[in-house]
């Protein structure tokens, strides 16, 4: 299993930096990376439940985050730093009154821009992978490429499917034992501990 071993200081700023047992990421790619500083926002990859898990958890990090569940582009603008948290059901979906379809769209487009704009984005995924949906997957399939760092519950990582993909894209990964651990996270992140 991956452990972290903490998050250190780089050239004055705060860097994502992972130390895995299991898997080895060159530290270049931690080097090209932006620090992650305020303002933050939070949004949702598929407008799932976790949004509200993530949202506590920023502002229990001190960040004093903006919000919404289906942010567009335009809603990012003035942000550094961007949580995704990518969550997912059929049943949240329909709440959101939109589609597979619509979602992917609406992501793509905030997550391609802001990138555009030098925004650190941090994906976050909590659920555990007996129960990811199948459009989380897609979605996360779909997102790789636009993240700056990601970080997942060891649980939600059992079947090396974000360690995988996290490796083959040079994303750095930071595995929490369990979501109570995210504000923790983000606290060191983000320069607060």
Same mark, same amino acid.
């Given at each position: ?6 998050? /250190? %200081?780089?050239?004055? *700023? ?22 992650p =500083? ?10 799932? @439940? @976790? ?7 920023a502002?229990?990090?001190?960040? #004093?985050?903006t ?13 550094? *730093?961007?949580?995704?948290?990518? !969550?997912? !059901?059929?049943?949240?979906? #329909? ?17 391609? =821009?802001? =990138?555009? /704009? ?14 990811? @949906?199948?459009?989380?997957? %897609?979605?996360?399939?779909?997102? &790789? =490429? &636009? ?14 499917f ?15 034992? *369990?979501?109570?651990?995210?504000? @923790? ?9």
């Amino acid at each position: 299993m991956n452990t972290v071993a903490g998050i /250190r %200081r780089l050239a004055g *700023s705060f860097v994502v930096a992972l130390i895995l047992a299991a898997v080895s990421i060159g530290p270049a790619a931690f080097a090209a990376a932006p620090a992650p =500083k305020p303002p933050v926002y939070v949004t949702t990859a598929g407008r799932g @439940d @976790d949004f509200e898990r993530v949202l506590a958890a920023a502002e229990a990090a001190g960040l #004093k985050p903006t919000s919404s569940s289906g942010a567009i582009c335009c809603d990012t603008l003035g942000f550094n *730093s961007i949580l995704v948290t990518f !969550s997912s !059901s059929p049943d949240a979906l #329909k709440a959101a009154r939109t589609t597979e379809r619509v979602e992917t769209g609406r992501v793509m487009d905030l997550m391609a =821009k802001a =990138k555009a /704009r030098g925004v650190f984005l941090i994906g976050v995924y909590l659920g555990g992978s007996g129960g990811r @949906d199948p459009f989380e997957e %897609r979605l996360l399939n779909t997102c &790789w =490429k &636009w993240l700056t760092c990601f970080i997942a519950t060891a649980n939600s990582d059992s079947d090396g499917f974000i360690r995988d993909a996290t490796g083959a894209n040079n994303i750095p990964l930071v595995i929490i034992e *369990s979501a109570a651990e995210l504000s @923790d996270a983000l606290r060191q992140a983000f320069g607060r501990s």
